[in-house]
C-alpha cells in the first residue's frame, strides 16, 4: 500500500510572512500585492504567532471607524487562535479540518516554528493527482478508504 500523503509532502515553504510590530498598512497591502487572502505571523526564531487574514483587515476598518485605531500594528489585529498542523499531519485529516472549519489556510510547524503552509487548493491538487486515472487508481481508493476507516482524530 502507499504511504499516507502528510502535510510535509503537500505543503507551500515558499511564504509571505509578517511580524506582530509590522504596520497594517504596510500588511494589507503586502497581502494585495501577493493576491493572498491572508499571511501568517511569525517572531524573529520563526515561532508561529497567529495569521493575519481579510477578515482581520475589516476588523481594522471598522475599529477605525469606531475607535480611530488605537494601534497599526498586525499584532493587535491578527487572529492567535487559528489551529496549525505539524508536517506528520496525514491528507485526510488536514482536509476534515479545512471541511468542519472555515479556515483556508493551515499553518505548518515542526517545534513550533513555521515550516510551511497549507490552502484548500493544496490539498485539491494533492487529492487530484492522488486519484488521477492510472494502473493503480484502486490502490489510491483503497488508501483513502483505509484511511476513513480509522477513527476521526479530535481537531486540537
Do not use: W
Not at 23 to 49: F, K, M, Q, T
Not at 138 to 147: C, D, P, V
Amino acid at each position: 500500500m502507499n504511504a499516507p500523503l502528510l502535510a510535509r509532502d503537500i505543503m507551500v515553504t515558499r511564504l509571505v510572512t509578517l511580524t506582530p510590530d509590522m504596520d497594517v498598512y504596510d500588511a494589507i497591502g503586502l497581502l494585495l500585492r501577493h493576491r493572498i487572502s491572508g499571511a501568517p505571523v511569525i517572531d524573529e526564531e520563526r515561532n508561529y504567532l497567529g495569521v493575519f487574514s481579510e477578515k482581520c483587515c475589516m476588523r481594522v476598518l471598522v475599529e477605525a471607524a469606531y475607535d480611530g485605531l488605537p494601534s497599526t500594528q498586525v499584532g493587535a489585529f491578527m487572529y492567535c487562535e487559528a489551529v496549525a498542523i505539524d508536517e506528520e499531519t496525514d491528507l485526510l485529516t488536514i482536509a476534515q479540518i479545512f471541511q468542519q472549519t472555515g479556515y483556508r489556510r493551515l499553518a505548518v510547524l515542526r517545534d513550533g516554528k513555521l515550516v510551511g503552509q497549507i490552502s484548500r487548493r493544496d490539498v485539491l491538487r494533492a487529492a487530484h493527482e492522488l486519484l488521477a486515472p492510472q494502473p493503480d487508481r484502486e490502490t489510491a481508493l483503497l488508501y483513502l478508504s483505509g484511511i476513513i476507516a480509522r477513527e476521526e482524530a479530535p481537531i486540537a
